[in-house]
């Protein structure tokens, strides 16, 4: 099978006899992507877990903190001097409990994550 001139020069630069550690392989990811869209890295991971027991299979999805492109918004209730805390931190919008009312009944949900920071 052929193969285009962009794969070729991708392909010279791994070692396909060799196991990466992340270290090594995240550099050599972002040379070897051609796409003009954010493309996927599939990563295996060798655990001790045997995949016959319900209880001990593992599985999920994470989607990378630049991997989408989306802002998150972020909501944190605090109180004192937390709320500065949080304001230093980044976060899109922070109050305490006068929030609780505008969520329930106005239907408020312009943020995506809500974090409560403990006194």
């Avoid at 989607?63 to 909501?75: A, C, I, S, Y």
Wanted: proline share 3%; net charge negative.
């Amino acid at each position: 099978m052929k193969r285009g001139k962009k794969y070729q020069e991708a392909a010279k630069l791994v070692d396909r006899s060799k196991l990466y550690e992340i270290e090594e392989a995240a550099p050599i990811i972002k040379q070897t992507a051609t796409a003009k869209f954010d493309e996927t890295v599939e990563l295996n991971i060798r655990t001790s877990c045997d995949s016959r027991h319900a209880d001990q299979a593992i599985r999920g999805a994470v989607v990378l903190p630049h991997g989408t492109g989306k802002t998150v918004r972020v909501l944190v209730f605090a109180k004192g001097t937390k709320v500065d805390e949080a304001q230093a931190a980044g976060a899109d919008f922070v109050g305490g409990d006068e929030l609780i009312p505008k969520i329930q009944n106005e239907g408020w949900c312009d943020f995506d994550v809500v974090v409560e920071l403990l006194i």
